[in-house]
């Protein structure tokens, strides 16, 4: 009895340190592979019905990919691209020369003179605070800076598409496979299976697909109107306005009010207006459009969601902005799952 109880740990033993240190290896790989498992859920319901069609599931998913690669990653990257080397330029030759930057600094010039007013009028002296405009001129160097960094590790970024794109393409051919394998290990029942399926799958959903084509059509609105009313730097503010589109609370609307109070600085008081009406336009798309794609969960408060994100973003990087709605969601959505009965 001994023996065999002996035997029967060091077999556990055994297995658990083959299957950690297979796990290991993955390591470098967490947050494509992360991505790559949501994404799956996201488009597994769409797959399952275009396979009910008789179409072959293999073929269709390189498709998909080719598509997605050819529509998306590409433009994407370009933007992406240019937008470092934009920067990039502008920090080797000054960002001084730039008009955003010189709108960005006639702006907090005029707000440095009325803060300076009022504090002169109640007798506070501010001389002794850091000046504005050195703050401006140092968050350039900063963001040049970044831009120089982000140039570096484009390779790494390359691989992680690859490796993106590499597991997609398994989970979403070998979906029934992996759920039987799951099954057989009886770790959970087969209804609460399923349950956790739909969630993580309508979860996947509204923050990877239904957010980000919400975002592309903020910047892309904000970003053609602010061009054709003098903001040239097309790039940037797509890119700008696509990552502040997917924070809760904020939005897109902020780059929008920016551009708006830039114009005002200037006396454009006509494109200042219409910079604000074009921020409750895009502020306006997440309460019309959204529903309309998908049904986020409102139960989840909005500082909840927005410091998850927050702390997204500091544990997996810029790809935290899709991980952390997902998780949120399923943090809430998991406990009355496997304990129905319960209040969780």
């Known amino acids: 009895m001994i023996a065999a109880e002996k035997y029967r740990i060091v077999k556990y033993v055994l297995v658990s340190a083959v299957l950690l240190l297979f796990a290991y290896t993955f390591t470098p790989f967490f947050t494509a592979i992360l991505l790559a498992v949501l994404f799956a859920f996201a488009l597994e319901s769409r797959f399952k019905k275009f396979s009910k069609k008789n179409i072959n599931r293999p073929w269709l998913t390189i498709a998909f990919l080719v598509g997605m690669f050819l529509l998306v990653t590409i433009p994407v990257g370009l933007v992406v691209v240019k937008t470092i080397s934009t920067v990039k330029k502008y920090s080797d030759v000054g960002f001084q020369t730039t008009p955003l930057y010189m709108s960005t600094e006639k702006m907090v010039h005029r707000f440095t003179e009325q803060i300076y007013g009022v504090a002169n009028k109640i007798d506070v002296d501010l001389t002794h605070l850091p000046q504005p405009s050195d703050i401006v001129s140092k968050g350039a160097v900063i963001v040049g800076a970044a831009a120089t960094g982000l140039l570096g590790i484009l390779p790494d970024i390359g691989l992680g598409i690859f490796v993106f794109a590499l597991v997609l393409y398994f989970l979403l051919t070998e979906s029934e496979k992996l759920k039987k394998g799951i ?54 503010l797509f890119v700008i306005t696509f990552i502040f589109s997917l924070i809760p609370v904020i939005g897109a609307a902020p780059v929008a009010i920016f551009l708006a109070l830039t114009a005002y600085i200037q006396d454009q008081n006509g494109v200042a207006i219409c910079m604000l009406v074009t921020a409750v336009i895009v502020g306006s798309v997440d309460n019309i459009v959204k529903p309309l794609i998908a049904n986020s969960n409102d139960e989840v408060h909005p500082i909840v969601s927005l410091l998850s994100l927050i702390g997204a973003i500091m544990v997996f990087g810029a790809p935290g902005i899709l991980l952390g709605p997902v998780l949120t969601d399923l943090a809430y959505n998991i406990g009355p799952i496997l304990f129905p009965s319960k209040d969780v």
């Open 183 to 236: 099954l057989k290990l009886d770790l959970v029942a087969p209804k609460e299976l399923d349950q956790m399926i739909m969630t993580t799958q309508k979860s996947s959903y509204t923050a990877l697909v239904a957010s980000a084509m919400i975002g592309c059509v903020q910047a892309g609105t904000l970003s053609i109107i602010a061009y054709f009313f003098g903001f040239t730097e097309f790039m940037v």
